[in-house]
């Protein structure tokens, strides 16, 4: 099966268990006792305010911030591949690098200058393919704009094809035909097996396609199925919280 061809049933991915998880960064908490678990093969949400600390938690599941307690990933068998899609892609527009140069950088371990691979050249374009930009391969990443450049980030999480998938609002600067894109990845993700480990702004995205969902606010306000954590209530503690509320004891911790 190729890499990225969807749909035969895979391998599920790990199921995945924070426990106790805190992070503070001099005397400010990040993380104050984050326990939650996602269960192999979901697709799972984490949702709340800017600077609750969402995407510090997605590092230290990562390994790139320091953390209190424990974080482990339960495999059927041997661990797999990891893919991690971010929220934006920072560097210098005026680079000459093409969708192609990016792609070869990102996937194979042969330099870029040396152009794509045979052994990853089919997969690419296939991923490329699948997120809508196979007809701008050779553009410059710096000529895209912000949506085409988010449909290039997806499909380089797509090589090599991952049993765990970490989005980082991966719908912020989609159009409507890339949200329709990314919503049938998702589904895609799910019907095969792929752990997802979602963080989304878009609610009514979240409550149509998550299996479950996190709210968090330096600490844990609710986990539970979307029918159950997003009611109104709900959402208005996890939004009106001020994030500093669960710092004051942490940051003696």
Known sequence: MSAIEPITLASQG?????D??????????????VSFKVRPGSVHALVGPNGGGKSS????LLGQMPHHGRLNLHWAGAPGCIGYVPQALEFDRGLPMTVDDFMAAMCQRRPAFLGLS???AASIGQALER???QDKRKRRMGALSGGERQRVLLAQGLIPAPQLLVLDEPMSALDEAGIRIFEQLLLD???SGTTVLWIEHDLEAVKRLADHVTGLN???LFDAPPEQALRPEALLQL?????RSAAVTGSHA
């Open 14 to 18: 790990p199921g995945v268990e924070f």
């Open 20 to 33: 106790a998880v805190g992070l503070t960064l001099g005397r400010t908490t990040i993380l104050d006792q």
């Open 57 to 60: 938690l997605i590092k230290t």
């Open 118 to 120: 045979r052994h990853y």
């Open 131 to 133: 997120v809508g930009m």
């Open 189 to 191: 993700w799910r019907t």
């Open 218 to 220: 330096r600490r844990i």
């Open 239 to 243: 939004f009106s919280t001020h994030p």
